[in-house]
């Protein structure tokens, strides 16, 4: 048995790594020191073979700075939580359509036109249809930051600092955000990983998990990061700024919003929700203020319609606003579920989760929000979880196939002290694909639904269900 860890000062990485031999098997336990981490068995034809395989781990790891350690001597590190600060709004109630509630205190939400998505500080993610049935339920090992879509993909950013991709069956761990335990924000963009942390830096982190580049701010507590193809855009205690996606090169800086709580973007302008009260509007291009959404309230989180028409937020008051572009408010109501740590709007309705755990669907159509400004809300339905639901864990076991079928075959190969993923089936390119890192076997050849070229080339991302291919 050897155990290493690795584990900088700074808030950097804080892991382990142990390798067990027993025989003809290889087992390898890896994850954050303090945490029971992930398991990957190997067999081998035979006991030296076996041997030769741990060695070279074991070498790859000292090589990257690990050492050997104690087991329990160093301590799990602490993960900050967003502070819950929320106070019962004054404002007439919001017409709340249904409300689930998720169990613990939530800030991760995504709503496609299939489902709506949370994520909660205990680690379930819980799918729910639009019409306020829960459908399907995950476990993540440590509490969700936040859920965000790139395309077919759907990741979850987790306190045990791994990004897992929920878009099949069972998570995946896509990322491993190995500079920070404790993410703040993330968003992904054709692959791209951005993340923004306690620390008040942004770093980039490319489709095959490894580091591009990393940008201390001018300021701390990094909530905001938004990525579209060209840029990352990042917000702190000090500003909002944009930066190059290739280089990290910084384009702007703009202190005209400060105290940055929540980030949202459309395609020329950028949102930063504050402490300060205020939603600001700034110009991709080059980061002056276009308009000013004042609210009564510390701003947890803002979203728009499509193309910036009217622009939502959410207070520390359990108040929800909408203005319209310019910045005129229209109204101001009541969640009646706790403030709302994200939000998100879609087709007339507005989806918020909040400080009690609460998902919530708001109808914001003008008639609705009429009728509830002079009293009349519909009466909401409380939506439950099915006893029997049971939750998905993420797993590094795959199901096997013995023939192709439709699906796409790819191969695992070695390139230097990497594993590469590449397309076997015939038509396509020689590009590395996007792949889990964590079920990646040198020679080994797998089954996936399909991949699809990434929007800026050079790569292909594979999505749907993942097999071995005996």
């Given at each position: 048995?050897?155990?290493?860890?690795?584990?900088?000062?700074?808030?950097?990485?804080?892991?382990?790594?142990?390798?067990?031999?027993?025989?003809?098997?290889?087992?390898?336990?890896?994850?954050?020191?303090?945490?029971?981490?992930?398991?990957?068995?190997?067999?081998?034809?035979?006991?030296?073979?076996?041997?030769?395989?741990?060695?070279?781990?074991?070498?790859?790891?000292?090589?990257?700075?690990?050492?050997?350690?104690?087991?329990?001597?160093?301590?799990?590190?602490?993960?900050?939580?967003?502070?819950?600060?929320?106070?019962r709004s004054t404002a007439q109630q919001a017409p709340v359509l249904w409300r689930f509630?998720?169990?613990?205190?939530?800030?991760?939400?995504?709503?496609?036109?299939?489902?709506?998505?949370?994520?909660?500080?205990?680690?379930?993610?819980?799918?729910?249809?639009?019409?306020?049935?829960?459908?399907?339920?995950?476990?993540?090992?440590?509490?969700?930051?936040?859920?965000?879509?790139?395309?077919?993909?759907?990741?979850?950013?987790?306190?045990?600092?791994?990004?897992?991709?929920?878009?099949?069956?069972?998570?995946?761990?896509?990322?491993?955000?190995?500079?920070?335990?404790?993410?703040?924000?993330?968003?992904?963009?054709?692959?791209?990983?951005?993340?923004?942390?306690?620390?008040?830096?942004?770093?980039?982190?490319?489709?095959?998990?490894?580091?591009?580049?990393?940008?201390?701010?001018?300021?701390?507590?990094?909530?905001?990061?938004?990525?579209?193809?060209?840029?990352?855009?990042?917000?702190?205690?000090?500003?909002?700024?944009?930066?190059?996606?290739?280089?990290?090169?910084?384009?702007?800086?703009?202190?005209?919003?400060?105290?940055?709580?929540?980030?949202?973007?459309?395609?020329?302008?950028?949102?930063?929700?504050?402490?300060?009260?205020?939603?600001?509007?700034?110009?991709?291009?080059?980061?002056?203020?276009?308009?000013?959404?004042?609210?009564?309230?510390?701003?947890?989180?803002?979203?728009?319609?499509?193309?910036?028409?009217?622009?939502?937020?959410?207070?520390?008051?359990?108040?929800?606003?909408?203005?319209?572009?310019?910045?005129?408010?229209?109204?101001?109501?009541?969640?009646?579920?706790?403030?709302?740590?994200?939000?998100?709007?879609?087709?007339?309705?507005?989806?918020?989760?909040?400080?009690?755990?609460?998902?919530?669907?708001?109808?914001?159509?003008?008639?609705?929000?009429?009728?509830?400004?002079?009293?009349?809300?519909?009466?909401?339905?409380?939506?439950?979880?099915?006893?029997?639901?049971e939750a998905v864990e993420p797993s590094i076991v795959l199901e096997t196939a013995s023939?192709?079928?439709?699906?796409?075959?790819?191969?695992?190969?070695?390139?230097?002290?990497?594993?590469?993923?590449?397309?076997?089936?015939?038509?396509?390119?020689?590009?590395?694909?996007?792949?889990?890192?964590?079920?990646?076997?040198?020679?080994?050849?797998?089954?996936?639904?399909?991949?699809?070229?990434?929007?800026?080339?050079?790569?292909?991302?594979?999505?749907?269900?993942?097999?071995?291919?005996?």
């Amino acid at each position: 048995m050897t155990y290493l860890e690795l584990s900088e000062d700074g808030g950097g990485s804080h892991k382990f790594y142990e390798v067990i031999v027993a025989g003809a098997e290889v087992t390898i336990t890896y994850g954050r020191i303090g945490e029971p981490g992930q398991v990957k068995v190997s067999a081998f034809p035979t006991e030296a073979k076996a041997r030769a395989a741990a060695a070279k781990k074991v070498a790859e790891k000292t090589r990257k700075g690990y050492a050997p350690a104690v087991r329990g001597v160093r301590l799990r590190r602490a993960v900050t939580r967003r502070a819950i600060a929320s106070s019962r709004s004054t404002a007439q109630q919001a017409p709340v359509l249904w409300r689930f509630h998720s169990g613990a205190p939530a800030f991760g939400i995504f709503i496609d036109r299939e489902r709506c998505w949370v994520g909660n500080q205990r680690g379930d993610v819980y799918t729910v249809g639009h019409s306020g049935t829960v459908t399907g339920r995950f476990r993540l090992p440590d509490g969700v930051k936040c859920i965000v879509a790139d395309d077919f993909w759907i990741y979850a950013g987790c306190d045990d600092g791994r990004v897992y991709d929920l878009s099949g069956k069972v998570p995946r761990s896509a990322y491993e955000i190995s500079a920070d335990v404790d993410i703040y924000w993330l968003d992904i963009h054709d692959g791209v990983l951005g993340v923004s942390d306690r620390a008040g830096r942004v770093t980039a982190i490319d489709y095959e998990d490894e580091f591009q580049w990393a940008r201390d701010g001018s300021g701390d507590s990094a909530w905001m990061v938004r990525c579209d193809q060209d840029s990352v855009y990042f917000g702190h205690s000090g500003g909002v700024a944009r930066y190059d996606v290739s280089d990290g090169s910084r384009i702007w800086e703009s202190k005209a919003a400060d105290s940055v709580l929540f980030g949202w973007q459309e395609e020329h302008s950028v949102y930063a929700g504050t402490g300060r009260r205020t939603v600001h509007r700034l110009a991709k291009a080059d980061g002056r203020v276009e308009a000013v959404y004042q609210c009564d309230g510390v701003v947890y989180s803002c979203a728009t319609s499509p193309g910036g028409q009217h622009v939502f937020a959410g207070d520390n008051h359990s108040s929800v606003y909408c203005f319209d572009a310019s910045g005129e408010r229209l109204w101001k109501l009541a969640t009646g579920c706790g403030s709302a740590f994200s939000m998100q709007f879609l087709d007339d309705r507005l989806y918020i989760v909040t400080t009690d755990g609460s998902l919530a669907c708001i109808d914001a159509g003008e008639a609705a929000i009429t009728a509830a400004r002079s009293g009349s809300v519909p009466q909401a339905l409380d939506v439950k979880a099915a006893a029997s639901l049971e939750a998905v864990e993420p797993s590094i076991v795959l199901e096997t196939a013995s023939e192709p079928g439709d699906g796409i075959v790819v191969e695992c190969v070695s390139e230097g002290e990497r594993l590469r993923v590449r397309v076997v089936s015939p038509g396509y390119e020689t590009w590395n694909v996007q792949f889990p890192k964590d079920v990646r076997e040198a020679g080994a050849r797998y089954l996936v639904d399909g991949v699809r070229p990434a929007g800026r080339g050079g790569f292909y991302r594979a999505y749907g269900e993942i097999r071995r291919l005996l």
